[in-house]
């Protein structure tokens, strides 16, 4: 079965953070290619032992703030 799961990435210092938003799966890489294959191969040993949660629609956007 092919899920496509909801997913950010983050550039923290050196790294990049690949985070599943469907669960707390977190994986990371020194480019964003390495860390969603990170994520991938996180994603599968974690589903090996869990049922597959089903995404949920998700919607990104930004918000100004005054500060």
Known sequence: MNIKYNVIIQKEEEWYVAKCLDNSV???GKTIE???QNLKEA???YYESEE???PKEIFVTT???SI
């Open 52 to 54: 597959p949660i089903l």
């Open 43 to 45: 994603l599968e040993l």
């Open 34 to 36: 390495q860390a969603i």
């Open 26 to 28: 977190a994986s990371q």
């Open 63 to 65: 918000v100004e703030v």
